[in-house]
């Protein structure tokens, strides 16, 4: 697992020269029911966010990291540390309400609120 993030993940990025990548549900890999030792993997799991902030800033990109469910205080207060930007979505049937809750230009008393309906994505994709 920690492989996968630390080695193979840089190296498929220097193959492809990419300049966007995205890890998706990234607790769910630490938060398995059949793992044992919860200390070891927070502990892991802390080390392979910073690896992947590190990575980023090397390779001058942008790496999204989703996190589907909170699984665990912790591990969403090591995402929400870690990460230059922070939004959440909130799906309310007819939009999508994004809230970007960390980001270098917004203060942090301040939340920034974004409405996305089917709408907006259409002109999106069209334009």
């Known amino acids: 697992m920690s492989s996968l993030i630390t080695d193979e993940l840089a190296q498929a990025i220097d193959q492809c020269d990419a300049r966007l990548a995205i890890v998706s549900d990234i607790t769910a890999l630490y938060c398995d029911p059949d793992v044992k030792e919860k200390r070891e993997a927070f502990d892991l799991f802390s080390r ?74 259409t002109r999106y994709l069209q334009g």
């Open 48 to 121: 392979n966010i910073r690896s992947l902030a590190i990575l980023a800033e090397q390779r001058n990109m942008i790496i999204v990291v989703t996190n589907l469910q909170s699984r665990s205080k912790a591990m969403d207060d090591v995402l929400a540390r870690t990460a230059h930007v922070s939004a959440a979505l909130h799906d309310k049937g007819t939009h999508t309400q994004v809230n970007v809750t960390r980001h270098p230009f917004i203060h942090e008393d301040k939340t920034e609120i974004v409405t996305l309906d089917n709408q907006t994505l």
